[in-house]
T-cell receptor
Framework: KAGVTQTPRYLIKTRGQQVTLSCSPI?????VSWYQQTPGQGLQFLFE???????NKGNFPGRFSGRQFSNSRSEMNVSTLELGDSALYLC????????????FGSGTQLSVL | EDQVTQSPEALRLQEGESSSLNCSYT??????LFWYRQDPGKGPEFLFT???AGEEKEKERLKATLTKKESFLHITAPKPEDSATYLC????????????FGSGTKLNVKP
């Protein structure tokens, strides 16, 4: 069974640009969550999607947005990039129930110059 | 405010030297506490879930325990391949699939 796939693996952008990250969950998983990981802040929750609906949202500005498609694949978009957006962006999938362990992808390393 | 704190930030052990990692939390309505292992360049990998105080889980050289305020990850006779960052996360309240992560403990086991 294939794991969570995130693309691209690495990304370099400049301030003011926008970026789209992609995540394909494990087959059969309907929940997709996104996390930002930085050395100083650790893993911080961005948002979670279930059946194409955003079910939870973290404390990030509106520049961070996402969506989920009918096949459960998800995309995350960051507009007007800032230097502080440099981070590892992790996608995780899980079955629909709560209290379920998360399966993480290897992440997209975003560098904003 | 829900908070998760892990200590120590980093831990260096000799192979075979047992120790414990700590995860303390202040959350309203704990639904579950999770331990993950993260290797460099990879996403976190699930280890354990604990749901109630007094619960214990074991896997090879690792044992996780839970009290009302904290969790411990005990590592018995560690090997160099146990070197990784260990993360704990809590799920609380009605926020399904929203997890609060600690900053992690970076473990280095020397042969």
């Amino acid at each position: 069974k294939a794991g969570v796939t995130q693309t691209p693996r690495y990304l370099i952008k400049t301030r003011g640009q926008q970026v789209t990250l992609s995540c394909s969950p494990i087959s059969g998983h309907r929940s997709v969550s996104w996390y930002q990981q930085t050395p100083g802040q650790g893993l911080q929750f961005l948002f979670e999607y279930f059946s194409e609906t955003q079910r939870n949202k973290g404390n990030f500005p509106g520049r961070f947005s996402g969506r989920q498609f009918s096949n459960s694949r998800s995309e995350m978009n960051v507009s007007t990039l800032e230097l502080g957006d440099s981070a590892l962006y992790l996608c995780a999938s899980s079955l629909e129930a709560s209290n379920e362990k998360l399966f993480f992808g290897s992440g997209t390393q975003l560098s904003v110059l | 405010e829900d908070q998760v704190t892990q200590s120590p930030e980093a831990l260096r052990l000799q192979e075979g030297e047992s120790s414990s990692l700590n995860c303390s939390y202040t959350v309203s309505g704990l639904r579950g506490l999770f331990w993950y292992r993260q290797d460099p360049g990879k996403g976190p990998e699930f280890l354990f879930t604990l749901y109630s105080a007094g619960e214990e889980k074991e896997k090879e050289r690792l044992k996780a325990t839970l009290t009302k305020k904290e969790s411990f990850l005990h590592i018995t006779a560690p090997k160099p391949e146990d070197s990784a960052t260990y993360l704990c996360a809590v799920q609380a309240g009605d926020n399904f699939n929203k997890f609060y992560f600690g900053s992690g403990t970076k473990l280095n086991v020397k042969p």
